[in-house]
């Protein structure tokens, strides 16, 4: 196991998470994206700045998916998955609820994932097959078995005329009458993480991407939960929706799902 590549993971996700308290504290320029509600600051592109340039300084073989850039193909068989900042929304508030989430896929397999919440002082990590942590305490997903107990996360995509926006609009009042509530955050990366580490439940998203996700995966699966499409199917970064849950609660809410035909969206 590439011990060293996990040490320069999180040392990347904890400088970048340094780098973004310093831009909360000094303040930052917000441009749109895809829309007036897809934010990225000049602290999303200063962390991606500062990940990619140490990647591509010691790994020039290495690929490279991160949000704000261009891919970068190269012919190792390693990729690194970075969001730079998940919940750009949340920093350009000041809202605690964003990460840095990077993971690092081994010939198509995600061997490691690490997610720093900076400003909670949270680092969660996980590398395949040693289990998942917060800092130095290993993490497992919850034990709750009944809907009415639980607590779940989902989001909601930017495109607001979408199908998918409809429906998941649904799902949240179906979710949130079968269960003990239904938090949104702002940041997939999280919601997986508190997934991973029993805060949450189980967790639901459509339209995501891969920088979105690839770390929490691992982190969620290697805590001992289970994460697929949301139609049951194994999970495909292409279909873009994610259901995770401890693995005691997922064929519960695949019925809620598919009761509400969100399962095709
Ligand atoms: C977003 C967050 C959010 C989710 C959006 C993502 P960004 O990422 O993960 O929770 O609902 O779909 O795009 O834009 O803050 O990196
Ligand atoms: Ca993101
Ligand atoms: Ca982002």
């Not at 749109?32 to 991606?48: G, N, R």
């Not at 073989?61 to 949340?90: C, F, M, R």
């Not at 199917?233 to 519960?252: D, Q, R, T, V, Y």
Request: with cysteine; proline share 4%.
């Amino acid at each position: 196991m590439p011990i060293h590549l996990l040490q320069i993971a999180k040392k990347l996700a904890h400088d970048a998470g340094k780098l973004a308290l310093k831009y909360q504290e000094k303040g930052f320029s917000i441009s749109t994206k895809s829309s007036p509600i897809d934010l990225v600051t000049e602290a999303d592109k200063a962390c991606e700045e500062l990940i990619l340039k140490t990647i591509r300084a010691h790994f020039p073989d290495h690929s490279i998916l991160s949000e704000e850039s261009p891919a970068i193909e190269q012919s190792g068989d390693y990729k690194w998955i970075v969001d730079p900042i998940d919940g750009t929304g949340n920093f350009a508030h000041g809202l605690p609820f964003y990460a840095i989430s990077i993971a690092i896929v081994h010939k198509g397999k995600p061997i490691i994932g690490v997610v720093e919440i900076p400003a909670l002082k949270e680092t969660f990590w996980a590398q395949e097959g040693r289990g998942a942590y917060l800092g130095n305490k290993q993490i497992h997903v919850s034990k709750r078995d009944k809907l009415q107990q639980s607590m779940f996360a989902t989001g909601f995509p930017y495109a607001r005329e979408s199908d998918r926006y409809r429906k998941n609009i649904e799902l949240f009042d179906a979710f949130y009458k079968a269960s003990n509530g239904v938090r949104r955050f702002g940041s997939a990366a999280i919601d997986l993480c508190f997934t991973a580490a029993g805060r949450f439940d189980g967790f639901w998203e459509y339209a995501l991407k891969p920088w979105d996700i690839a770390a929490g995966k691992i982190i969620m699966e290697e805590a001992g939960g289970m994460v697929t499409n949301m139609d049951g199917s194994l999970f495909n970064h292409k279909l873009e929706n994610i259901l995770a849950s401890n693995g005691l609660l997922h064929s519960e809410m695949l019925r809620v799902i598919k009761e509400h035909g969100a399962d095709k969206v």
